[in-house]
């Protein structure tokens, strides 16, 4: 089956850091990758749509500055948390829809839990 | 327009027992309607999912209902087992969304053996 993958898991980091959390589709190209964020006993929030060689679209309220979506090939994006903030602490998950299918069907990463001290 | 609402928030099932959830949505330009399982941790997994052109599908002990006319669809969970407990989430999305999914408020699924 398809497999994303998330890197890191876990980071912990503090105020006023930078930090990149990669998202992969292991078996698959991925034509479109979203980004969520999810906060304890929540749904999930869709922060940003990404499409490969073209910039994100981010939902609104979400600042496009802060939250840096790279999306360089058809296997790989990337979320750039710039000068995180404790309120910017959360559990981020990447999808990524198959380009191979009807496109219909995302799949999820693990996850990456963001703890900003 | 866009919300998928959920219920119920949480449910407790014994072993065995049926596990219903349900969800309602406004927008009649959503055309595909999945399910996903989520354990504490991890990221959801497809469960199950619809088009609006049947009525019901069926894979294992999972069953999606959907009622156009009513705009709602629902995940039956037959046989309930205590690896089932999860958190349940329904979504929508529209073909012109670039598969952007609308995700219901989720389900605490808790089976008691």
């Known amino acids: 089956g398809a497999v994303v993958s998330q890197h890191p898991s876990r980071v912990i980091c503090k105020s006023g850091t930078s930090v990149k959390i990669e998202c992969r589709s292991l078996?698959?190209?991925?034509?479109?990758m979203f980004w969520y964020r999810q906060f304890p006993k929540q749904s999930l929030m869709l922060m940003a749509t990404?499409?490969?060689?073209?910039?994100?679209?981010?939902e609104q309220g979400v600042e496009k500055d802060k939250f840096l979506i790279n999306h360089a090939s058809l296997t790989l994006s990337t979320l750039t948390v710039t000068s995180a903030h404790p309120e910017d602490s959360s559990f981020y998950i990447c999808?990524?829809?198959?380009?191979?299918?009807?496109?219909?069907?995302?799949?999820f990463g693990p996850g990456t839990r963001l703890l900003v001290l | 327009q866009q919300q998928v609402k959920q219920s119920p928030q949480s449910l407790i099932v014994q072993k065995g027992g049926i596990s219903i959830i349900n969800c309602a949505y406004e927008?009649?330009?959503?055309?595909?309607f999945p399910w996903y399982q989520q354990f504490p941790g991890k990221g959801p997994a497809l469960l199950i999912a619809?088009?609006?052109?049947?009525s019901e599908k069926k894979e294992g002990r999972f069953t999606i209902s959907f009622n156009k006319s009513a705009k709602q669809f629902s995940l039956h969970i037959m046989d309930s087992q205590p690896g089932d407990s999860a958190t349940y989430f329904c979504?929508?999305?529209?073909?012109?969304?670039?598969?952007?999914?609308?995700f219901g408020q989720g389900t605490i699924l808790t089976v008691h053996p």
């Open positions: 999808s990524a829809r198959d380009r191979g299918t009807s496109g219909e069907t995302q799949y």
């Open positions: 078996d698959f190209q991925a034509t479109t």
């Open positions: 990404s499409n490969e060689g073209s910039k994100a679209t981010y």
């Open positions: 927008n009649t330009a959503f055309d595909y």
């Open positions: 619809i088009r609006p052109d049947v």
């Open positions: 979504a929508a999305s529209t073909r012109t969304s670039y598969g952007k999914l609308t």
